[in-house]
């Protein structure tokens, strides 16, 4: 193939600089020179000139903007540095408590009197995203993932306009970190969309956000309106800052969009009255934020500050409150829970919570709802805070006062399920449904027999799980081991392929430990932790079934009366007969492995928080017990590691102030070695 021209060459040229500089004016300054249709213009034209002369394409063309070649996978990719996390504080004492804490840390590092200068940053509710420019050309660009390695993005980065697809004046290699996100203008019409085109709507902006940026085809995501905001300059060659403000500064110079809320200040309490003005405004913002980002402007600092875990002590996340919304609750509900418990739940009507749409929130147990003195037909305030199930807090302010209330909502006095006559307790708080065949607590014992702490059977979710027993596939847990191919196809929502996993899922969960399958059995008071706590002083089934109500209460964290509950519990039939039939299809029934008083760990208590890159907590708990270690749940002066992942919370406050040595996953990995 010939070269293209000189003439089609220098006019590509021209073409790439001007969209460019009209995606800056558009996009980052939102102050377009030109209409929509030149714009397009100047695109198809490039685009034309492309298709022509292939050799004239490359990774920084606006053409990318609308979908280059879709990938087969997200590939893996290795930060250039780690991506950190925050800590958070959620008060004025508490923003007061981490200035203090960098003082103390600064002063043991010979700093007196350090001079505090902060940035004051919107904390924006999007995903992490790391830009890696090459020579001034968006190279690559990942997702934070587990801040070690994310996954590479580079082909739908390339479609926001927000984002530079090269810059002038730039460092041989720079790498540029921010928070991809959708407006919430966008979000909502993206919405309104998927809703009329008859496709599932998102949860939130967030979420949509993250689906978009991991789709596998560019021109998807190009469909989908994502912004960026700006704020940290990674690795830099050739870079020296000496404040993360000089940093902010350059970024906004060099074409990337950085908030033009972001405040430089010099105390403590202005950065607390600036958290208080963004929390005020939140509600006039076009994006969701979560909160407010305090970073010390000083690089040098920073560097001497250093980081805890993955938290780096330079800054913080201010934590918004929950946030609430008033609605009306139209009705209670009930669950039957694994044990029989009627367990009411709220319907509302939907409201918009902390940037979700609510219908369910959970009112716990009866006492609580009479507590409250909620009822329903009236309206109530419901909270939302982060990711927890929302949850109806207490009747309106107004509806208290008035006369003529509704009747106050009590247990049903038949199962909703199986019309059971259900049973007051003589103690507890729960109204029970006595029939242990009613099919919404048989459907409780098997979800939580293949959930992810039990027995961990990947492809069995509550659905399926409903499905099999509404075929009467499966009434007792044993079912699952049984099941056979023919069966599971004729389900219409089972594939073949999904059917060979699953089973091969079954097939492998007969792997779990002892502890596990205790666990998964559905006895009342056997937990994780009671699980391995039993699994580990018992060893063996057998011991256990032996065992009398003395002995078991001799096992760490079980008490007399759990204890004669427990018994009882083996005793039953039905639970005999699920441990034989479970043993003969050849699940685990004895702890194997060395005694763990002779591993590394042995004598030795840790207290896990925060969440790993690698270990689920199941696992690292495992590790550590068949290492000898115990695992409890909270700091004292007897806890001999703490093992901090990500956002670790109180826990890591208190054990610096107990000065129990602190660990990440690494640290824990080089112990269990014995090293
Ligand atoms: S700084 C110190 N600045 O919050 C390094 N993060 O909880 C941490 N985020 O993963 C990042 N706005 O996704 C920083 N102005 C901001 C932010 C911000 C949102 C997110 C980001 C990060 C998470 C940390």
Not at 86 to 104: F, I, P, Q
Request: aromatic residues 6%; negative net charge.
């Amino acid at each position: 193939m010939s070269a293209p021209p000189r003439k089609a060459r220098e006019r590509a040229a021209e073409l790439r600089t001007q969209l460019g500089h009209h995606a800056h004016r558009y996009y980052v300054l939102d102050d377009p020179e030109i209409g929509d249709e030149v714009y397009d213009g100047l695109l198809d034209e490039l685009r034309a000139l492309e298709e022509a002369h292939p050799q004239l394409q490359s990774a920084d063309s606006p053409t990318l903007r609308v979908g280059g070649e879709p990938v087969g996978r997200l590939e893996k990719i290795e930060h250039l540095e780690p991506m950190l996390s925050l800590g958070n504080v959620r008060s004025e004492e508490e923003l007061r408590a981490w200035v203090e804490r960098m003082r103390n840390h600064l002063a043991r590092e010979g700093i007196a009197e350090p001079a505090f200068t902060y940035v004051v940053e919107p904390k924006i509710d999007g995903l992490a995203i790391s830009l890696v420019y090459r020579d001034g050309v968006l190279e690559r660009g990942a997702t934070r993932g587990n801040g070690l390695i994310g996954e590479d993005v580079t082909h739908n980065l390339r479609t926001i306009g927000a984002i530079p697809l090269h810059f002038e004046d730039a460092p041989a290699l720079v790498e540029v970190r921010g928070e991809v996100y959708m407006s919430l203008a966008d979000f909502t019409a993206l919405n309104e969309r998927r809703a009329e085109a008859g496709e599932s709507t998102f949860m939130n902006p967030r979420n949509s956000a993250a689906g978009t940026i991991r789709q596998l085809d560019p021109a998807d995501a190009a469909k989908r309106p994502l912004s960026i905001w700006c704020y940290q300059v990674g690795v830099g060659e050739g870079l020296s800052f000496t404040a993360h403000s000089e940093a902010l500064e350059w970024l906004r110079e060099h074409g990337f969009r950085v908030n033009s809320g972001i405040r430089v200040l010099e105390s403590a309490e202005e950065v607390i009255a600036q958290c208080l003005d963004w929390e005020r405004r939140r509600g006039e913002l076009d994006f969701e934020i979560d909160g407010v980002v305090v970073k010390v402007d000083d690089l040098a600092l920073q560097r001497r500050l250093g980081a805890v875990g993955r938290d780096p002590r330079w800054a913080v996340a201010w934590k918004f409150p929950p946030t609430t919304a008033v609605t009306k609750l139209e009705k209670v509900m009930w669950n039957v829970g694994k044990f029989g418990d009627l367990r009411p739940y709220a319907v509302l009507e939907p409201v918009r919570v902390g940037g979700v749409t609510i219908k369910l929130a959970t009112l716990h147990n009866e006492q609580d709802i009479l507590r409250k003195d909620i009822r329903a037909g009236e309206e109530v305030i419901v909270v939302r805070a982060g990711d927890v199930i929302p949850q109806v807090v207490s009747p309106a302010p107004h509806v208290a006062e008035q006369k003529d209330r509704p009747q106050a909502p009590h247990p049903p006095e038949r199962c909703p399920f199986c019309d059971t006559p259900t049973v007051k307790p003589a103690e507890g708080v729960f109204t029970t449904c006595p029939n242990r065949d009613c099919p919404a607590r048989a459907w409780q014992l098997l979800k939580h027999f293949v959930s992810r702490g039990a027995m961990d059977i990947d492809g069995l979710g509550e659905k399926q799980v409903a499905l099999l027993q509404e075929r009467g596939l499966v009434c007792s847990a044993a079912d699952f081991y049984r099941l056979s191919e023919a069966q599971l196809l004729e389900i219409e929502r089972f594939g073949e392929l999904s059917v060979r996993n699953l089973l091969a899922a079954i097939e492998s969960s007969k792997e779990r430990p002892f502890a596990r399958v205790l666990f998964a059995l559905g006895i009342e008071e056997v937990g994780e932790v009671t699980g391995r706590n039993l699994a580990q002083s018992f060893r063996d089934i057998d011991a256990l079934l032996a065992a009398t109500p003395e002995q078991i209460a001799e096992t760490n964290g079980v008490g007399e009366k759990m204890a004669v509950s427990i018994r009882a519990q083996l005793d039953e039939e039905r639970m005999q007969k699920l441990i034989a039939d479970l043993r003969e299809i050849g699940l685990r029934f004895h702890d194997e492995g060395p005694p763990p008083s002779q591993g590394p760990l042995a004598g030795n208590t840790l207290v896990l928080t925060g969440s790993m890159p690698e270990w689920s907590r199941e696992e690292a708990t495992e590790r550590i017990m068949a290492a000898g270690g115990r695992v409890t749940g909270s700091v004292s002066k007897k806890t001999d590691y703490l093992v901090a992942g990500e956002s670790p919370g109180t826990k890591l406050e208190k054990a610096e102030r107990l000065g129990v040595a602190v660990l990440n996953e690494a640290g824990l990995r080089k112990l269990l070695e014995g090293s």
